[in-house]
């Protein structure tokens, strides 16, 4: 099985721009679907980028997501930050097994 | 507009069993792939199981192979999750999620049922 890593938290102003990044450990991150997952306290998960960089709608356009398969890893990036943008931020993908998998998680602060 | 109510939760002792159901609307359940995740208190998430829109496949996660079994309704519009055996560690709210545009998207989610194993 892979596992997909992701920096604990990050924080950022509003109006700024942050990247939160997601390395898979083994297998081809280009190959298997990465989605990101914007869960809000107290609230269900909801899905904000799907297959890689597809916008479910409804989500704006300030999120955006992109895989680098030089490092392995996929990106959530969101610009123009709003206090409301804050929570945690899943990504999740699979392998060839269906072993699906998510990301321990990375706790967006806009202060 | 889709929605997806899980109910079932409770407390359970170790070794108990409980099962979850989940009820589906909104949308042509029979047509769409359905997941379980489960977060535990104050963790991420941890995807458990997942089921084929007719029942064809089903898939489960390593730490409850061979204790939880999926199964669907599509009479019914409502997705279930046997759980036996259960641990301490099962302690979390489960969550069934609606799959789309692929199987993988987990579209939708519901509210969650909190699922307690404890002596």
């Known amino acids: 099985n892979f596992m997909l890593t992701q920096p604990h938290s990050v924080s950022e102003s509003p109006g700024k721009t942050v990247t939160i990044s997601c390395t898979r450990s083994?297998?081809?991150?280009?190959?298997?679907?990465v989605q990101w997952y914007q869960q809000r306290p107290g609230s269900s998960p909801t899905t904000v980028i799907y297959e890689d960089n597809q916008r479910p709608s409804g989500v704006p356009d300030r999120f955006s997501g992109s895989i680098d398969s030089s490092s392995n890893s996929a990106s959530l990036t969101i610009s123009g930050l709003k206090t409301e943008d804050e929570g945690d931020y899943y990504c999740?993908?699979?392998?060839?097994?269906?072993?699906?998998?998510f990301g321990g998680g990375t706790k967006l602060t806009v202060l | 507009q889709v929605q997806l109510v899980e109910s079932g939760g409770g407390e359970v002792q170790p070794g108990g069993s409980l099962r979850l159901s989940c009820a589906a609307s909104g949308f042509t359940f029979s047509s769409y792939d359905i997941h379980w995740v489960r977060q535990a208190p104050g963790k991420g998430l941890e995807w458990v199981a997942f089921?084929?829109?007719?029942?064809?496949?089903?898939h489960y996660a390593d730490s409850v192979k061979g204790r939880f079994a999926v199964s669907r309704d599509n009479s019914k519009n409502t997705l279930y999750l046997q759980m036996n055996s259960l641990r301490t560690e099962d302690t979390a709210v489960y969550y069934c999620?609606?799959?789309?545009?692929?199987?993988?998207?987990?579209?939708?989610w519901g509210q969650g049922t909190l699922v307690t194993v404890s002596s």
């Open positions: 089921m084929r829109y007719d029942g064809s496949n089903k």
């Open positions: 999620t609606k799959g789309g545009p692929t199987w993988i998207v987990l579209e939708y």
């Open positions: 999740q993908s699979y392998d060839s097994s269906i072993h699906v998998v």
């Open positions: 083994s297998g081809s991150i280009a190959i298997n679907y």
